[in-house]
């Protein structure tokens, strides 16, 4: 795994040499995530650059080290991730008369783009990636990011310069880095702890969606292009399969998504939870492996959050090498004021505690790791999917005017009662409805569509409004779903594959793991695995309120079924305690209202009134507060980090006059 920059002058004002420390600086800023070797590659005529930070985990020889020059001299690459068919393609290519001077993947897929093109080489490639690759003799260079979204890219422009790279913090290195506070970015961060693509924390600067290539050309507006859309696939389903047919299918499928991914030239291992995807994920390992495989897992002392001993006994029945840490509020205090430099951009899913330990844990004693990621999404593990269908299926019988009218008066009734003391009382009453379940209920009766209904579910701080002092133009809520699909779990499904997914789940995986120079991939998204179970019946993934049954299927063929059956418990951390307990002075310094006046981008009353509520455990708001928590530690750290980052005595006038802050 490595990390990546370009750079593409357009002003023709910079010389070879600047250009070459603009790179250096920015490729220097990604070390962590490939810490064996660093190199630049210059087109001093075209005022390109590409650098690069490598983790050699497959040909770990010379041959394998980039940027790579095609053989034919015509394109060079900066390339982060794995493809795991590469043999395959090689075949393909050798049998076109191509020639290899190692055995990188790098190799195949730039081979690859060179005899076919990019987009037809990628119809092919099943990995996890994200690229940039400079074609001299079409002036072009073409981005592009992997169909799930596995490996992250970010793009814009600044004075003149196209700027790309893995991480923003190699944007931020560059020497003329200028910044802007994306308001819109920070209303949908509030709804949903992460930011999602194409927008980025810094306004001009963008994500590459997953599925996507970017064209940019010398003097000309870049060009987008999605190349694969799940919602094109689940389509055209469901297909006709019987169960016993579809267990060996997955069974097959996944068995050989796994052999692909234990393909390295460095020691590798796997997270093991406990739950269904890890442990179906270890075993498909374990039984491919020549010795015991390596697993690692995170322990609590509190019981309600603790999956270390469920791993524990799947280890032990599977005869792996089993490592496991048990975390405590001081591991989690020592991590935490390094998570906005980990995540780059406020980011809030708190599972990153654990995730970020974990990934230190595994890098200690392996360099690749194979992860259980993807399977709610893909084969319907969320409860709230079942959840979801049956509340929307109960209030759909409403006419919609009854609906939004019922809605109007709850919505008004919740207002009204907001700060009087019956409001007040209602908040930590286990009888009374509190006026934020009112104004909840009022605005979930509103919506038009389920779809819409799924979103708003979904959200965090679900009224940006509420927290914003200056709120942008909302978003909405838009379904990523297709109105083709009439299953509406399906469609939720769909909803998590191609937003939830990469924006947060594997967003959290990459950095956690990329931090400490760990590899993790992850089965589960194999690109064959994917579209077989996107073209499934929902029978096959929910049966009998439960989910992945499919998966609890071929993972019977394996394992005693009391080892995992039993209710989802997720990653999680007693977040709640440790905020009213030993996170409670960190928490307050961050959370104080005349820090919040003074900055004036957040609303001072309702996040204090929230983490009062918290504090006398009235109500349990760790999750809204943790959100906040977390973009005012990254405010902090991007402040430390640039000295003038963000000018606390302006911050008020500069956000009410632009709606953002300079940086």
């Not at 995986?509 to 992850?522: F, S, W």
């Not at 006398?616 to 003038?644: K, P």
Request: proline share 5%.
């Amino acid at each position: 795994m490595c990390g990546l920059v370009a750079i593409i002058e357009q002003s023709h004002r910079t010389t070879t040499e600047a250009l070459r420390d603009q790179a250096q600086r920015m490729t220097n800023a990604l070390s962590h995530r490939g810490p064996d070797r660093q190199s630049i590659w210059i087109d001093a005529g075209a005022g390109v650059a590409l650098g690069h930070t490598r983790l050699a985990v497959i040909d770990l020889s010379t041959a394998g080290n980039q940027p790579m020059v095609s053989a034919d001299g015509t394109m060079a690459i900066a390339y982060n991730g794995e493809l795991y068919n590469a043999p395959q393609i090689r075949d393909e290519l050798s049998a076109l008369g191509r020639t290899f001077r190692g055995h990188s993947d790098t190799e195949v897929l730039l081979e690859g783009c060179s005899a076919w093109g990019v987009r037809e080489c990628l119809s092919r490639a099943d990995g996890m990636f994200a690229f940039a690759l400079w074609d001299s003799q079409q002036r072009t260079m073409t981005l592009a990011r992997d169909r799930l979204g596995e490996k992250p890219l970010y793009w814009g422009q600044l004075e003149g310069q196209w700027l790309i790279a893995s991480e923003l913090k190699a944007l931020r290195a560059h020497p003329a880095w200028r910044g802007q506070l994306d308001p819109a970015a920070l209303a949908d961060y509030l709804r949903c702890r992460c930011i999602p693509a194409p927008l980025t924390i810094y306004r001009g600067f963008q994500k590459l969606p997953p599925a996507h290539l970017l064209e940019v050309r010398l003097n000309a507006k870049p060009r987008m292009s999605r190349y694969w859309e799940a919602a094109t696939v689940a389509a055209r389903g469901p297909i006709a399969i019987d169960d016993e047919t579809a267990i060996d299918e997955l069974e097959r499928l996944l068995g050989d998504a796994v052999a692909r991914r234990m393909v390295s030239d460095v020691p590798l291992g796997s997270f093991l939870s406990g739950g269904i995807d890890s442990s179906l994920v270890t075993t498909m390992m374990q039984m491919r492996a020549a010795a015991p495989v390596r697993t690692f897992s995170i322990g609590f002392r509190a019981d309600a959050f603790n999956e270390a001993p469920f791993a524990r006994a799947i280890a032990t029945h599977l005869g792996t090498d089993h490592t496991e840490l048990y975390v405590d509020p001081a591991d989690a205090m020592e991590l935490i004021p390094r998570l906005a430099e980990i995540y780059d951009e406020p980011f809030a899913d708190a599972s990153q505690i654990p995730t970020c330990l974990l990934a230190a844990l595994t890098r200690q004693h392996v360099t690749v790791a194979l992860s259980g990621d993807g399977g709610d999404e893909l084969f319907g593990g969320y409860r709230r999917y079942q959840e979801t269908d049956r509340a929307w299926a109960r209030l759909n019988r409403m006419p919609k005017l009854g609906r939004r009218l019922a809605g109007f008066g709850l919505q008004a009734v919740g207002k009204a009662l907001r700060d009087t003391p019956i409001g007040r009382s209602a908040a930590g009453s286990a009888w009374l409805p509190s006026t934020d379940r009112l104004e909840y209920w009022s605005s979930i009766a509103t919506v038009a569509d389920a779809d819409a209904f799924y979103a708003y579910r979904g959200t965090q701080w679900r009224n940006a409004n509420d927290v914003l002092r200056h709120t942008p133009e909302s978003n909405g809520h838009e379904s990523t779903a297709t109105t083709l699909i009439g299953d509406f779990i399906t469609r939720m499904q769909l909803a998590d594959l191609t937003s939830y997914l990469p924006d947060d789940i594997l967003t959290k995986v990459d950095r956690a793991t990329m931090a400490v120079a760990l590899e993790a991939r992850v089965p589960l998204l194999d690109r064959r695995v994917v579209e077989f179970a996107l073209g499934l019946p929902t029978r096959l993934k929910v049966r009998n309120t439960v989910g992945k049954w499919l998966l609890r299927q071929v993972l019977a063929r394996h394992l005693p079924k009391n080892l995992f059956e039993r209710p989802k418990a997720g990653f999680s951390v007693p977040l709640g305690s440790w905020l009213r307990g030993p996170l409670r002075p960190w928490a307050e310094s961050l959370l104080d209202r005349r820090r919040l006046e003074v900055e004036g981008l957040l609303e001072p009353a309702i996040i204090v009134e929230r983490w009062q509520q918290h504090l006398a455990g009235r109500r349990d708001w760790s999750a809204h507060l943790w959100t906040v928590l977390m973009l005012q530690a990254w405010l902090d750290r991007t402040h430390a980090a640039r000295g003038s980052v963000l000018d606390r005595n302006n911050c008020v006038a500069s956000y009410a006059a632009v709606h953002s802050i300079s940086h």
